[in-house]
Structure formats: structure tokens, C-alpha cells
């Protein structure tokens, strides 16, 4: 697996988190810098702990012979189109909050809205694993990128309100869609 398709995945599922920051940024009276670091570090880890469990069951389901090896891929390519076309749905559904300014935003029950969307992370770490990806390079890009999307889902919430996160929404499942069928025309096809 490249980089170049480690990278697009990755965005895709983390414009997931930069739509649910945006949404949480629009409602807070004040962004406070130590709440937002909290709330990267909270990310990062679970982020990270979700691929690493993925990636785990994945190892535990293969075998590396070669008719496990093409299901893998398979799932992986099934795995990335189901994750993108739920963003559509998301986008399509277009669900209302109430904008209700809070004074700080409750880092429990951010914990508990980010537990209901890590099982897409896990279903990514799991396709990362049939794909055999780079774990230490997909550690340091999800890093790298959660924290980005964080910050600046959070801070286009707060100054523009959410009104972006559809084209989140759209761009990440675009994002994902494309590396699905990526995966389907050069691991499962073998065409590039």
C-alpha cells in the first residue's frame, strides 16, 4: 500500500471528526486552547487505538494464503465504499443541531459522541491490515491529520458555524469511494 492511498483513506475518515468539531465549534462561547488540546489528545489516542485494533483482527483473520489474501482485499475495497457512501448519507440526511451557546464543551461527552464513529476507524485499521499498510507511517499521518481537522474544525465551527460540514461530508466520502476503487483496480485487478 502507498503512502498516496494511506493519505487519501485517512483524510476521508478524518473530515468525519473535522464535521462533528465544526458542529461542536459553533457552539461554544469560547474556544479554550487547553480544552482543544484535550480534545486532540483524546482523538489521537483513540484514533490510533482503533487502527491498531483493526489492524490486530485483521492479523488474526489472515492467514497470507493467497485466496485469504484476495478476500482481504475485497473486504478492504468493500470496507472503504461502504465507509465513503455512509458520508453521503450523512451529507444527504443533513441533521439539524440546536445552537445552544455553551460556556465549555463537556470533554465526557465528547468522549462519548467520538466512541459512536470509531467503529468506522476500526473498520479502516481492519482494510489497512488485509492491505498489509505501513503502520508506523498510518500512525504518524492519522496524528498528523487528527489534529489538523481538529483545530480547524473547531475554529471554522466557532467562526463560521456548521454549515461546512456537508462539503466535509461530500469530500470525505468522494475521498474514500476513491480509494475503494483504487483498491479494487490495483490490488484486486493487479491493472496498475
Known sequence: MS????LVIILG???DIFAVMECQGSLVAKVEKKQLTMLCVVLV???AAALGIGELASLLLSKNRE??????QV???VIFLCLGFRLFLKAWKNERIMERRKETLPVTEFIKLYARNSVCTLLTGLAFGFL????GMILI????ITILVTVFGMYTGYRLGFEHKIKAYLTGGILLVAGGMYVIVSHICNLV
Open 3 to 6: 503512502i498516496v492511498e494511506e
Open 13 to 15: 475518515i478524518s473530515l
Open 45 to 47: 489516542i483513540g484514533q
Open 67 to 72: 485466496e485469504e489474501i484476495f478476500l482481504g
Open 75 to 77: 473486504a478492504a475495497a
Open 132 to 135: 498489509e499498510g505501513s503502520m
Open 141 to 144: 499521518l492519522v496524528t498528523v
